[in-house]
């Protein structure tokens, strides 16, 4: 009898309407029916993402379209700087090891994020071939400044390569306008649909330097994608019911636009902020995201926080990673979460709060949150 | 992109565990597979509805078996008494009187409830062979004090006839213990099902009567389903998903027992009351029932208010009927619906409210419905 409800930084919940898509029959991938929709879908996710660049489409993790980034476009003959400021930076500077590519690791401080300044005095020096960034650390809910990093690699010969896998779809994103020459995404985040696919949006600028590279893999190879998307075809065998839910997934989207996602959004990363800081919950970041929140546990409470939430409520939130273990909880805002879930989470939490010996005003944290989404619809 | 939750009493929002299990191919109903499954969904039911009777169901709606209910047992020779304090007061006195019995109609200020005393009062007089009543009034939110007038008909050789269709499952109901002859229910309701099952509960007392009547129907002869129910089957097609999503239905609801149900189900109402008050709208009944809520619009505000709720909040709520159109609106507090969904929806009340003109203090409606609801887990 409890309902279930994800509030986890991916996998979100999917919204019914794409679940029945996907649930319907099987059909062949090699068909000009699969092509159809492929390129339907695709063009879907390109206005999803502003870009008019190619945008590939991997049966994969959001980690697998990181990889054929990073191991096709990253210049052999120059250093590569990798920010890392969580989790995911930390994977980004691994695979670049793997990969035996010259690494220059930027170790940020957790709950910071890379700064413009920084990648313009790097890139000045006229050594680096690319720069690998996190736009949304969901490690640590911090959202970095990719429009500014963007012009600052704009001037150079450098590629801008984005994790944007917790942000396409959620933060403002703008591939073209920006530069970011490489976008990375996840099927299972913003766009409302199961894990099961990335994505990979070009530029030429990034094109010019893949192609002046042997590729190290085969499956990750993002020439063979180029090839496919230009018959609206997928190189490997297509993850049919995946792109039927992403098609109906992306119309979702474009049907309210990208512009009222990303307000929304925001509203329910401040609502969320607003209530917590009222329970006497600490918003972690220096540069909070708004796709999604980290918050650390007042004193005396732990990650059985979550536990309790679970049990009674059927939310399921995020704990912290490495040294926030115990220490942080994260709240996803991307996809089919809504102000009557956030408002009621946010219910949840002050009970569980209260419950876990902390002195909260019931009913004073979701008021704000309340307050704060009054404008949302 | 807008979240559909219904808080209209009757459909109701169906678990996914149940729609699932729905969706799976279909079977023969003449089969030990079938007999078995409605075998253990009837047992089930059984213990929500707290009796040891006869439990028929029927691919029906509720409607239909109140009509077997009135039609198959209400004794000729005799008055039968039936309460009409809204609309499906209304309708039962339509059907008693299309099959051509001697009614006598307790006509009631709607948001009033039949009163014991009046059922002593002419159940006294010898006259009345059958006592129908609406347990939870749904079209005026009113509920009756269904275990007084059980007592009261108990001790006299009339039939007890309850419409019990938004009360099962949700509202306190001991069929036994009160006395309740013919308890009359619908799937689609704190049974969180699809339209489509009526149930019929007959006591022993109910069986004489029916024996000792023709039936004048044949699809709503009770007969037929007491004769095939004591094979575990259905004298005509049974509906077979509808079935198996009631033994699943049946079975998440029996997990945490039915008191425990009644409880939650009684402090949804209370904090929906509440937050109204606090609103500014007015509860109009003068029995409450708990299993969904009438509210009056506070001036200046028309239907209008549910459009908008359900267009920007995409929350469906009932509006007034007859008299009450225009000016009530109706909440269900049944079935799948818990508090993170009701405080949503206060939220989105309060939002909504104020877009009609109405100076709401956004926040302080919710919080009265957050503290209310402080020990639902």
Redesign the interface.
């Known amino acids: ?3 279930s ?1 994800l509030f986890t930084p991916g996998p979100t919940d999917v ?1 019914p309407e794409v679940l029945n898509e996907m ?1 319907k029959p099987m059909f062949h991938h090699r068909t000009p029916r699969f092509r159809e929709m492929f390129a339907a879908a695709t063009a879907g996710l390109k206005q999803i993402l502003r870009t008019d660049n190619d945008v590939l489409t991997l049966a994969a993790s959001g980690t697998a379209g990181m990889e054929a980034a990073i191991a096709c476009a990253v210049p052999r003959d120059k250093k590569v700087l990798v920010a890392n400021g969580g989790k995911f930076g930390e994977r980004w500077v691994k695979i670049a090891k793997r990969y035996g590519l010259d690494v220059d690791e930027v170790a940020l401080e957790w709950g910071t994020a890379l700064q413009p300044e920084t990648v313009k005095e790097k890139l000045d020096t006229g050594a680096y071939g690319a720069v690998v960034t996190v736009h949304s650390e969901t490690s640590t809910a911090t959202a970095c400044d990719l429009e500014a990093i963007g012009k600052v690699v704009a001037k150079t010969d450098a590629l801008l390569i984005a994790d944007c896998i917790t942000s396409a779809g959620t933060l403002p994103l703008e591939t073209d306008k920006w530069g970011v020459d490489i976008v990375g995404g996840g099927s299972q985040k913003a766009l409302m649909l199961p894990p099961g696919l990335a994505f990979v949006a070009v530029s030429d600028k990034a094109w010019k330097q893949i192609d002046a590279i042997d590729a190290p893999g085969f499956y990750l190879d993002l020439k063979a994608y180029r090839k496919s998307i230009a018959k609206d075809d997928t190189p490997y065998t297509g993850a049919v019911s995946l792109v039927r839910g992403m098609k109906i997934a992306v119309d ?2 474009n ?2 636009g990208i512009e009222t ?1 990303w307000k929304r959004t925001a509203m329910l990363a401040k609502a969320t902020r607003a209530a917590a800081t009222a329970m006497g919950m600490q918003v972690f970041s220096q540069q909070p995201s708004d796709s999604v929140t980290g918050l650390l546990y007042p004193a005396g409470v732990d990650d059985g926080f979550r536990k309790e939430l679970q049990t ?4 399921s939130i995020a704990g912290g990673q490495a040294d926030l273990k115990g220490k942080l909880c994260r709240i996803s805002h991307m996809g ?1 979460v ?4 956030t ?3 946010m ?2 939490m ?2 569980t709060l ?1 419950d876990c010996g902390v002195d909260v005003t ?3 944290g ?3 949150a ?2 704060v ?2 404008d ?2």
């Open positions: 009898m409890i309902k409800r919204p649930a979702m989207i049907a309210i996602v009674k409520y059927g939310a089919y809504d102000p009557m879930d408002i009621g989470l219910a949840a002050e009970y209260a019931i009913g004073a979701v008021a704000e309340v307050k989404l009054r949302w619809a």
